[in-house]
Structures are given as C-alpha cells and as structure tokens.
C-alpha cells in the first residue's frame, strides 16, 4: 500500500511540494515533522538544494504500513521493509504487542552492509493482529532508561484484509470546539489505533477499505493505549474550518474497523484593547515630554507582519511624576469579529512604540516594544480566555531615557 498525498514544506519562505516515499502511520509515537522529512520532490529539480547536511535528520519509517494479510489466498503472514537513517551513536530499538522493547539492535548484523549505522532498510514479517514498533534514540537514553529521549518512531499494524469479526466498535462519543477534536470510541474488546486523525481533505479508502488521511493537521495529545475505552483529542486545528475525522482499531486477532466523521469547527473572535499606557520616564528632565505613540494589532509574527489595526496617538504632554510611573487612560479597542481562521493567522501579536519629539535642535527619543504574542491557548476546557492581561515593556532604541509601559487586554472565544 503507498499513499500518494502532498505535502507541503516551508523552507527559506518558500513553500515547496513534497511526496512521501513511504506511508506513515499517524500513531501513538508518531511525529509528523520527523516523518516529513523523508519526503521525495516532485518538482523540477533545478536551483535546488535537497538536503542540507544540517537537515539530515533521524527518520525511521515502514514501505508498507499497515500490512494487509489475505486469509482466502492462503496467506498467514505479511512484510513490510523498515527504512531508517541515522546518527551513528543513536541507539536503535524494537519491540512488537508481544514482545518488550529490545536494543540496541546490532544494524551491522540485520542490514549486513558497512554503514548500516547511519542507514539501511531491512524487511519485517508479521502475523495478523502483531504489530512492530522501531524506534531510535539518543545513545544512553534507550526506552528502558529512566530519561528516554525518542527522536523517531514508526509503528507498524497487521491485519487480515477481511476480519473475521467486522464489528469491534460498541458506542461512541465526540465533541470539537474551535481549536480541538475529540473521539471516544469503546470497543468489545482491547484493541489498539491503527489510524487516527483529522484532515481538510476527505480520507481516500485504499482497495482494502482502510481510510488513507491526506496531510493530516493536529495530533493527539496523548500517547494511544491498548485499551477498550479510546479518548483522544487531536490538536492544534484551525478555528471554522471543514474536517474529516477518520480511525481504525484494530484487535489481537487482526480485525479491524474503520469510523469516519466530518466536522467544522467552531469560529473564533478576539478582542484586544489597549486601556492604559505608563510614562515611566517622559524623556524631558526638567519638564514635560511630548509624546506621540502607536499600537498594533498584527497576525504573523515580527519578521512577517500582517497588520490587523494600528493605533495612533497623537502627540500630547507626558509627564512620569518623577519618574515613578504616570498612567494615562488610552481606550484603544480592536474588536475582531466572529470568523475562520486562515492559515498563518492562529497567531496574534501586539507591538507599540512611541517617539518622545524634542524639537529642531536635537534628535526626537524613540521607544519600542518587544513583539509580542498573545499566546491563545489550544485544547479543550482552555480555548476560551475572557481575560487575558499582559504589559508591553517599551524602552529606548535611541539610548536616551524615554520610557513607557502599555496594558494589554485581550480575550478569545470560539463559536459556530
Ligand atoms: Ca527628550
Ligand atoms: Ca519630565
Ligand atoms: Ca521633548
């Protein structure tokens, strides 16, 4: 089975399309970055670096995932061949449902060629209802250490192409709000997910009928068990936008089922204000400042700004009562309506910076914030923020003494 989906990669603000060379399972130990990287370009070649030696990263992935056994053609086993690449000094480990973890596992042996500890490929039988799991680790933080530190995995299911038993799912539950999925699914017996994961575009079910997700977005946010009594939310997602939901358990014996869902979820609106500025220092020792500010509202981030409202206040006396911290009342208010976030928009940033004037005879004093993020959280139970708080510390970028400080009031909710 090899699923065909683009992928898309940003590299040097360049967005480029990329196919993977091999199919991944969107599993417990899953990680997609990782995963990414062992993508094929499809695209004229010319002008263009592949890989960097700085992005050669450690990727273990399976050519064929899940492997589908067909009963009715005498078959009692499957292959898959496992695919790596690595630092020489991480430690390769395995293990499969009924076996504990084992390693590091001699790749001189297993793959039999010279620099099979950087890279290799090797094959993998299994029965129906096992599955595999390879995972490479920092050297001394294998899984049997108290620190492990994984840096990829892949998990690999077998299945018989017509289970036995076709119905393992007894009930179910789902929600979703703006920023998050979540599914239950109760099973009549310990099963394991073999897929799970939300898309924009619908899942394609391969020959054998098992859904095939299409750049999936988000991912659980917790490790998946063996369990009866599956609840997994998938995060980060974009607010009001279409998804299709799909996952497949799967038993000891080697059944499976699939279930499906599509969902939008809610739209997100957020309001920032800015009530309050603090003239610490007004840049004028023996008198009044003149100050002139402004205030931005901007999607992006600092080097990509995508202004959503600016603010401007027009010069007027400031004054910082000896220098111990003057408020002044400002009132500036965005108030974003209710609506679909784009990508590229999840995140809002705040700046302000100000000029203290100081007339023809010497340089005006300017001011300026650190570009700052609101940090809307993701997730269930913590999306909605009705009050959220932060100050803009805003110092001087022409060495002088100007000075101020501005309050940030934000919140966020999430509607249909
Ligand atoms: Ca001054
Ligand atoms: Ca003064
Ligand atoms: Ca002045």
Not at 132 to 155: C, M, N, R, W
Not at 177 to 193: E, M, P, R, S
Not at 210 to 226: C, D, V, Y
Request: aromatic share 12%; charged share 20%; glycine share 8%.
């Amino acid at each position: 089975m090899s699923r065909s989906p683009r992928d898309q990669i940003i590299r040097g603000g360049v967005t480029e399309d990329w196919t993977p060379i091999a199919s991944t399972i969107y599993g417990s130990d899953h990680r997609r970055t990782l995963a990414l990287v062992k993508l094929e370009r499809r695209l004229p070649l010319a002008n263009v670096t592949l890989f960097d030696s700085e992005d050669i990263m450690t990727v273990v992935n399976a050519i064929t995932n899940p492997i589908v056994v067909d009963k009715s053609a005498g078959q009692t086993s499957g292959s898959t061949t496992i695919k790596y690449e690595k630092e020489k000094s991480e430690e390769f480990w395995e293990r499969t449902s009924v076996s504990s973890w084992s390693g590091p596992i001699n790749l001189f042996g297993r793959v039999q060629t010279a620099d099979a500890d950087t890279k290799g490929q090797f094959p993998e039988t299994l029965k129906p209802g096992i599955w595999y799991e390879a995972g490479i680790f920092v050297s001394g933080h294998g899984p049997l250490t108290t620190d492990p530190i994984l840096q990829s995995s892949v998990k690999v299911f077998c299945v018989w192409q017509k289970p036995v038993e076709t119905k393992l799912i007894t009930d179910e539950n789902r929600g979703f709000g703006g920023t998050w999925y979540f599914h239950q699914l109760h099973t009549k017996v310990a099963t394991d997910i073999m897929i799970i994961g939300v898309s924009r575009s619908k899942p394609v079910l391969d020959s054998n009928g098992i859904p095939q997700l299409k750049s999936p977005e988000g991912k659980p946010t917790a490790p998946l068990a063996n369990t009866n009594d599956h609840q997994v939310e998938i995060n980060p997602l974009l607010p009001g936008t279409h998804f299709f939901f799909a996952a497949v358990v799967t038993d000891s014996a080697g059944n499976w089922e699939v279930k499906q869902d599509e969902f939008t979820t809610f739209r997100r609106q957020f309001t920032v204000q800015f009530p309050t500025i603090h003239i610490f220092n007004d840049g004028d020792p023996g008198s009044y400042g003149e100050g002139e500010f402004w205030f931005r509202v901007y999607f992006g981030g600092p080097r990509n700004q995508n202004v959503i409202q600016d603010f401007h206040m027009p010069t007027q006396d400031i004054d910082d009562w000896g220098e111990t911290d003057r408020p002044y009342s400002v009132g500036f208010a965005h108030v974003g309506a209710l609506k679909a976030v784009d990508p590229g928009q999840e995140e809002v940033w705040v700046s302000s910076w100000g000029v203290e004037h100081d007339g023809i005879f010497e340089p005006d004093e300017r001011a300026h914030s650190r570009d700052t993020i609101l940090g809307f959280p993701v997730g269930r139970n913590v999306e909605n923020v009705p009050g959220g708080f932060l100050k803009l510390d805003c110092v001087t970028t022409s060495d002088d003494d100007f000075h101020y400080g501005v309050d940030v009031q934000w919140s966020v909710s999430y509607m249909a």
